[in-house]
């Protein structure tokens, strides 16, 4: 389960990456969006933080701040490192396409194991 689901991710990052090498103009999209869901975040975070000082609101509202602030940080860091992984340009698609075709082989030999003890 574990290589499925870092395979998809790797997949992704690499099909992000190489869709935004092909147009540059898409980066400041891409920038634009992660900006919008910071902000959108940071508005929710806003209108609740009032209810974390009221009584017993800490207790409840904190919580949910403490979640929407990763949120925030999450964003963030997904987009810095999407544009680090940009300007690392060749060898990081070399190496990230190395990666994938090494998990899917080693996907692929699980299931043959699987499939011949199911026989």
Known sequence: MNDRISLKILRAELNKVLGLQ??????AEFLLTQLLCC?????IGMAYA????????AKVIGPILAILGLGIYT???????IIIRLKKGAKYVQRQEAKVAVLEER?????????????
């Open 75 to 81: 964003c963030v860091v997904y987009a810095i490192g």
């Open 50 to 57: 009032p209810m974390a000082f009221m009584d017993g609101g």
């Open 39 to 43: 902000f959108g975040i940071l508005g």
């Open 107 to 119: 996907l692929e030999r699980r299931n043959a194991v699987k499939q011949k003890v199911k026989d």
């Open 22 to 27: 092909q147009n540059p103009g898409k980066v």
